[in-house]
């Protein structure tokens, strides 16, 4: 996979091995800030690293309930700096799509907050209208155990970096679908949401989601909106996206590792029955 223009900034260093040191140019992932606009009202800012930017946007759209289809999207664009260079500003234009910008900028700041508390959260996603993800959907644990070192192989600009996080989409057969790097694991995650919502593809019901890191709550809410019945990580989740995958039956499965894993909700998606009974 190609690195995005932009996704990795060169630096010089001094390295330190066994009582030598010596200068080096190192690489580093690409951390910027992107504002995503609604016309012309800042709605959002979030540090990403560059690349994909009109999937991240959204996919943002998508996983925080602004919009629910492409179809309320009339346009989208990387706003060009005033410089012409460098662009850190996506301006989307929508239909149909009522909102109180307002209300979604106490949202955003209140899901950030180390103050709310987890009923709130779970109340929140609840009033979205989330479903739960397709229940004849199934994947053999053999074939989930092979879908870390994909990932990882894939991993171009973390190969060269050491920095970043990755989501893959993968089908029931193991086959990579499409990879996303970027700073955050959960831009890396509305990057892929992105590109499913603006390819029309969505739900993506036949699909596994395996993150890199842990699985947290924001990343399981994101899963659902996109109608991803599996979702792994290589790390542990959290306690609450723990209880928001039992609550609405999506498979959450944690330390992906190797030849094991450990499933916290809807094993019967990727256990045989005499496992999971």
């Known amino acids: 996979m190609r690195a995005p223009e932009r996704s990795v900034e060169l630096t010089q260093v001094a390295e330190w091995q066994d009582g030598e040191v010596r200068p080096l140019q190192d690489q580093l992932a690409a951390e910027e800030p992107l504002e995503v606009r609604i016309g012309d009202t800042p709605l959002t800012v ?18 925080e309930g602004i919009v629910q289809s492409p179809d309320q999207i009339a346009g989208m664009h990387a706003v060009a700096a005033e410089n012409g260079t460098k662009s850190n500003v996506v301006r989307v234009e929508l239909k149909d799509a009522p909102f109180d910008v307002s209300e979604l900028k106490r949202n955003f700041i209140a899901a950030s907050s180390c103050g709310i508390c987890g009923k709130a959260s779970i109340d929140a996603t609840r009033q979205r209208g989330l479903r739960q993800p397709d229940t004849g959907f ?13 990932l990882r192989s894939e991993q171009e600009v973390f190969s ?3 920095g970043l996080h990755a989501a893959a989409l993968f089908d029931a057969g ?33 699909y596994v989601m395996l993150v890199s890191g842990r699985g947290g709550f924001e990343i399981v809410q994101k ?6 019945p599996v979702l792994a990580s290589v790390s542990a989740p959290s306690s609450l996206a723990v209880k ?30 005499s496992r999971s009974a």
């Open 46 to 63: 979030t540090m990403r690293t560059p690349g994909h930017d009109l999937e991240l946007a959204a996919g943002f759209l998508l996983t």
């Open 138 to 150: 199934r994947v053999d644990p053999e074939i989930l155990c092979g879908m870390t070192e994909a």
């Open 160 to 162: 060269r970096t050491g």
């Open 174 to 206: 193991g086959r990579l679908i499409v990879l996303r790097e970027d700073i955050g694991r959960h831009n890396a995650v509305d990057k892929i949401v992105g590109w499913a919502f603006l390819e029309k593809t969505l739900p993506l019901s036949r």
């Open 223 to 228: 899963a659902l909106a996109a109608g991803i």
């Open 244 to 273: 928001l995958a039992r609550e609405l039956g999506l498979t959450l499965v944690g330390f992906l590792r190797g030849r094991r894993f450990v499933v916290y909700s809807g094993e019967f998606r990727c256990l045989p029955v």
